[in-house]
């Protein structure tokens, strides 16, 4: 997802508010470079050299808003900023050195940004302006010779400690007016009923091996009403307790727990769900081999973070730790959050609140696995947090 912003001086805004907090120094503002002995203190001025719009998304369709309405796409740049750095002592610019290379490794460790800044966990309340949406990444440019005289030639100041990053993607909001939304009315009439022959679609099965009597989450997309789930011909009617159902008919809670489910022996079993008289094409549930580590898909669909997360599961009396990354894909390091474990037994292990709590939310869903002993990692089930 790209950054979305009102203004182009909100990025340098974002940048300016960034560095001020995560390396310390006091003055960082977007403008042009100062002298490099123009104070003792560190100091960071944040310029504009270039933007450059990105090819892939000059002919973007309109976007469809919740309300019917569309929106015309925005205006998507790559920007480069030259970042400067001033503080010498009697000559020595200790200062601009020092302040430069803390710069440098700030976006070299966290290269990309989730904005708004302001509603990242543990950050302090008043530190950061609510400034754009969606991530964006800061990236160091390399240079060479004459990229660096083009660049100082066309600044009326002395070469000083500077770096080059670029800034993607931008996208600016467009100026132009929504669109009406589209006639909701058809001749005829307005048809809201579903067209026969719809089949409900599984779309995945987590965890992909379960244990014996285990619980999966089945991910389907119904559009009819959901009625049961059958597995290796064992039906579940949807008012059986060991059938829970998400709102709108996804995801869905399957607990192996009786009507010979919690007998099926290791292997793949056939796996169909029923909605409005329709059957599924044919998924496929794996039940583990009797020693194999693995947990349970969580027993709520909807995990408040501020409670400890309780997995049941077998062979986890060597659980080390819990794994956690977005289930919409990694986009940078940080995005993978290590968590310790508590309370462990062979079938059951518990992830503290503590640090559950300090997983963005906003990320979410996410994956998570509990590795066990040096290297062995079980296969991975689906977390939703939030209250």
């Given amino acids: 997802m790209a950054a979305l912003f009102n203004d182009l001086h909100d990025v340098a805004q974002v940048l300016t508010e960034h560095i001020r907090e995560e390396v310390g120094i006091a003055d960082v503002q977007p403008g042009v470079p100062r002298d490099v002995s123009a104070s003792t203190a560190a100091s960071a001025r944040i310029t504009l050299l270039y933007t450059t719009p990105q090819e892939a998304h000059r002919n973007d369709p309109p976007e469809r808003q919740p309300d019917g309405t ?34 440098m490794t700030l976006y070299h ?20 302006t609510e ?18 005289d083009k660049i100082w030639t066309s600044l ?21 007016d929504d669109t009406d939304p589209a006639p909701v009315v058809r001749p005829g009439g307005i048809g809201l009923d579903v067209r026969a022959g719809t089949r409900p679609l599984i779309l995945r099965v987590t965890p992909e091996v379960v244990r014996q009597g285990g619980r999966v989450r089945i991910d389907a997309l119904q559009l009819g009403t ?3 789930v ?22 869905l809670l399957l607990t192996l727990d009786d009507g010979g489910l919690e007998a099926l022996a290791p292997g793949a079993q056939p796996l169909t769900v029923r909605a409005s008289g329709l059957v599924s094409r044919r998924g496929t549930l794996r039940i583990a081999a009797a020693a194999a580590p693995a947990v349970d898909a969580p ?12 997995l049941t599961g077998a062979n986890l009396a060597d659980a080390q730790e819990a794994v956690l990354w977005p289930d919409g894909g990694v986009t940078a390091p940080s995005d993978v959050h290590t968590l310790p474990v508590s309370a462990v037994a062979a079938g ?18 996410w994956r998570l696995t509990i590795r066990i002993g040096a290297q062995v990692y079980t296969p991975y089930v689906i977390v939703e947090l939030g209250t």
């Fill in 156 to 176: 009326d100041v002395q070469l000083q400690p500077w770096a080059l990053f670029e800034v993607s993607p931008v996208q600016l909001v467009s100026q132009l």
């Fill in 348 to 365: 059951t292990v518990t992830v503290p609140s503590a640090g559950l709590a300090a997983v963005p939310a906003a990320r979410g869903p």
């Fill in 109 to 128: 460790d966290n290269p990309a940004l989730q904005l708004p800044l302001s509603d990242n966990p543990d950050v302090d309340p008043g530190a950061f």
């Fill in 226 to 228: 959901p009625e049961s």
């Fill in 299 to 310: 027993a709520e669909l909807l995990h408040d973070p501020a409670t400890n997360l309780v």
């Fill in 70 to 103: 569309h929106r015309f796409p925005p205006l998507a740049l790559s920007c480069f900023y030259l970042v400067t750095t001033a503080g010498a002592d009697a000559d020595d610019p200790i200062a601009a050195h020092h302040a430069l290379g803390r710069i």
């Fill in 230 to 251: 059958a597995v290796a011909g064992v039906d579940v009617p949807v008012a059986d307790a060991s059938l829970v159902v998400g709102p709108g008919g996804s995801p």
């Fill in 131 to 148: 400034l754009g949406e969606g991530v964006m990444a800061v990236v160091q440019v390399p240079m060479v010779l004459d990229q660096i």
